[in-house]
């Protein structure tokens, strides 16, 4: 009776977890880090195996995101930035790997806002 009262625990807190919003994934990829932001702002985010830096400028009814992106651990992962673009285009950067290995990107477009994010991925 002890047993299947443990395994009623164990599943209803996994039901909790999953219900709260909470999720077991597979995969052991960084959470994306990141955003958003308007004319002026600065960010340094950064996610295991890799940073970003980006700087928001506006000029003329334009926003634009400059910066670079860098791998910084020997893990078989690159690093990319990833930016959605007031007019809902997604930009990305190009990647960034191995170790050390440093990428610059710039995007503008029509607006005041970007929503951006560093984030590691499998090669």
Known sequence: MRVRYKKA???SAA??????GVGFSPAAHAE???ARG????NFNPTVPGGKAHWELTCSGGKITIEGTVTDTRNDGKCVKVK?????GD????????????KE???WSGRGSKINAQVYTYDV
Request: aromatic fraction near 2%; charged fraction near 20%.
């Open 15 to 20: 039901v909790a977890l999953l219900g709260a």
């Open 38 to 41: 308007g004319c002026g702002e």
């Open 83 to 87: 930016a959605q673009m007031p007019n």
């Open 90 to 101: 997604t930009k990305r950067s190009k990647a960034a790997c191995p170790k050390g290995d």
């Open 32 to 34: 994306p880090t990141g």
């Open 104 to 106: 610059k990107y710039k």
């Open 9 to 11: 625990l164990v599943g």
